[in-house]
């Protein structure tokens, strides 16, 4: 079964201050991402993830972390280039918040807690 895809006719091609390519889809910013080694394809993140505060870190014992938003997610699983990250009371209190990178940007991410955040970190 072919793949569907939504049409939208309201798109605003523009360039940051900085150069780079973005656009804009009913007033929601996506910078470009990646584009395929032929060009004929794009990947663009939605900006509402650049004003999330993340922190990629390492802990004592050398294992990586990316702390977001005042949570501690710890490494999961890779494939391909994508990772998923996982909150870090998943086994323990049965958290499911998890979190999927690409190159270490965050483009999806379910951030549901069923527990307050951590006080304090002590691998920082």
């Not at 889809?25 to 939605?46: A, D, L, M």
Request: glycine share 8%; charged share 25%; proline share 4%.
């Amino acid at each position: 079964m072919p793949k569907e895809y939504t049409h939208i006719s309201d798109i605003v091609y523009s360039i940051t201050s900085l150069g780079s390519p973005m656009i804009i889809i009913q007033g929601f910013k996506f910078y470009k991402h990646h584009e395929s080694h032929g060009g004929n394809k794009v990947r663009w993140t939605c900006g509402c993830l650049r004003r999330k505060k993340s922190v990629f870190n390492r802990s004592s014992s050398g294992t990586p972390i990316l702390n977001f938003n005042g949570y501690r997610f710890g490494f999961h699983i890779k494939r391909g280039l994508k990772t998923r990250w996982r909150c870090g009371s998943a086994r323990h209190k049965k958290c499911k918040a998890h979190i999927y990178t690409v190159d270490d940007v965050i483009v999806k991410y379910q951030t549901e807690h069923n527990h307050n955040p951590p006080k304090t970190y002590s691998n920082f």
